[in-house]
């Protein structure tokens, strides 16, 4: 994609969301950038104005093409090109939203793209409830995973077991200038969960909503920062319970049917796999192996064991 692709997009100034701007960050991210700023400019409801933030990028492509749009004035939708030192995307994420002068303000990952009417359907459930502070879709995976990912969103309940909203979402401005915005010295990952949590702390009522429908395209690839971030996830939950001990204390009963419930649903889907291999007259993998051997206790694995012993001798 070229930038002339962006310059050639029609938009009727009557459809434009004038109570929506749209920040983006960036970092050495080449072409993927106008990939992103093409699906803004495509919307049923574009933004009145795009906020480009380039987090110190270094690679020539990336750093050509974000010359090339601060010096472009024919795209349809205004862009400002912030370029600043690399300080990681929850600094990059405020310099935005602090530049942005709308009621409501969307976020945007440089590598993603929306389908033509996210900000339409999205920015409209955000104006019709009062108490929601951000709102957000499913999304459609691509690169390496083709898939349709649908996180739920709800109350600060709802987040205390796993992260419910994607990173990119609508949020209300006031209720970022109300929690403090993104916490910048989280560089490790999970940066948006903590920055839900810090939203919905702001009114008991507060609650964020999930349209239906994969109306975000979130790009994948296996060194993404979603990914890696894992490697840490023990201690960025540490982390996140320290700060919002608060909630887990006033919620430590949804707190840890939340997550008991997740790793029951994980039991049972790799419960139904095994099965699954044995029936086809597959070997299991040696992990597999060793937990049959050696089934864990008080969790629910012993239990998982005897149904697939039990299954398997009924086949044999």
């Given at each position: 994609m070229n930038i002339d692709c962006i310059i050639n997009t029609h938009i009727d100034s009557r459809q434009i969301a004038k109570d929506v701007e749209a920040v983006v960050t960036s970092f050495n991210q080449g072409s993927m950038i106008l990939e992103a700023i093409h699906s803004l400019c495509c919307q049923t409801t574009p933004p009145a104005k795009i906020i480009l933030v380039d987090d110190g990028s270094t690679d020539g492509e990336s750093v050509r093409i974000l010359n090339a749009i601060q010096s472009n004035h024919n795209l349809p939708v205004p862009v400002t090109v912030i370029q600043q030192p690399n300080a990681g995307v929850s600094s990059a994420r405020n310099t935005g939203i602090r530049q942005a002068q709308t009621s409501m303000t969307l976020v945007l990952d440089g590598d993603d793209r929306l389908k033509p009417s996210y900000i339409e359907e999205v920015s409209q459930i955000l104006r019709n409830h009062p108490a929601m502070v951000a709102a957000s879709s499913w999304m459609h995976t691509f690169g390496v995973l083709d898939a349709t990912v649908r996180p739920c969103g709800g109350g600060i309940t709802a987040f205390l077991a796993r992260n419910c909203?994607?990173?990119?979402?609508?949020?209300?401005?006031?209720?970022?200038?109300?929690?403090?915005?993104?916490?910048?010295?989280?560089?490790?990952?999970?940066?948006?969960?903590?920055?839900?949590?810090?939203?919905?702390?702001?009114?008991?009522?507060?609650?964020?909503?999930?349209?239906?429908?994969?109306?975000?395209?979130?790009?994948?690839?296996?060194?993404?920062?979603?990914?890696?971030?894992?490697?840490?996830?023990?201690?960025?939950?540490?982390?996140?319970?320290?700060?919002?001990?608060?909630?887990?204390?006033?919620?430590?009963?949804?707190?840890?049917?939340?997550?008991?419930?997740?790793?029951?649903?994980?039991?049972?889907?790799?419960?139904?796999?095994?099965?699954?291999?044995?029936?086809?007259?597959?070997?299991?993998?040696?992990?597999?192996?060793?937990?049959?051997?050696?089934?864990?206790?008080?969790?629910?694995?012993?239990?998982?064991?005897?149904?697939?012993?039990?299954?398997?001798?009924?086949?044999?």
């Open positions: 909203c994607p990173a990119t979402h609508i949020l209300r401005h006031e209720v970022w200038e109300q929690c403090g915005g993104y916490d910048e010295s989280m560089r490790a990952g999970f940066e948006d969960w903590d920055f839900f949590f810090s939203m919905l702390e702001t009114t008991p009522d507060a609650f964020i909503r999930i349209v239906e429908k994969p109306l975000i395209e979130y790009r994948t690839a296996p060194a993404s920062s979603n990914v890696t971030s894992m490697e840490k996830r023990l201690d960025l939950m540490r982390f996140l319970i320290q700060k919002h001990i608060g909630s887990y204390r006033n919620h430590v009963t949804e707190a840890l049917l939340g997550i008991e419930s997740i790793s029951i649903s994980r039991l049972y889907g790799w419960e139904s796999e095994i099965l699954h291999t044995l029936a086809s007259g597959q070997e299991p993998c040696s992990l597999s192996d060793e937990f049959m051997a050696h089934p864990s206790y008080g969790d629910g694995g012993m239990a998982a064991a005897v149904r697939i012993a039990s299954s398997n001798s009924r086949c044999t």
